[in-house]
């Protein structure tokens, strides 16, 4: 069992910058190749980024690409989301969510379905 708690989430004005943090729970995090999500009002849910249990795989949404930066240190059992030059366009509530086995391969990491736990997610919310 494997219990996420993000936290980091907040208002900025575009172009602004955040850090969304995933604590989990358990001794067994870095086996699970941990991801993040959002969904926007009337949306559904989205990938934005993934990584391997070592960090050694990273993927991203083409949407996100240059701007965010997934990372994990596994001695503190967390994932941080580094968001820079945000949109109003990344408004949403964002989800972590871990995956057993821990890893990634091209084509993986992407999908809701292949995670086995969910926080309860952050609001970010990005003014024009």
């Known amino acids: 069992q494997v219990q996420l708690v993000e936290s980091g989430g907040g208002l900025v004005q575009a172009g602004g910058s955040l850090r969304l943090s995933c604590a989990a729970s358990?001794?067994?995090?870095?086996?699970?190749?941990m991801g993040w999500f959002r969904q926007a009002p009337g949306k559904e849910r989205e990938f934005v980024a993934a990584i391997s249990w070592s960090g050694g795989s990273t993927y991203y949404a083409d949407s996100v690409k240059g701007r965010f930066t997934i990372s994990r240190d596994n001695a503190k059992n967390t994932v941080y989301l580094q968001m820079n030059s945000l949109k109003p366009e990344d408004t949403a509530v964002y989800y972590c969510a871990a995956k057993f086995p821990g890893t990634l391969v091209a084509g993986t990491g992407s999908y809701p379905d292949e995670y086995d736990y969910w926080g309860q997610g952050t609001q970010v919310t990005v003014s024009s």
């Open positions: 358990g001794r067994t995090f870095s086996s699970y190749a």
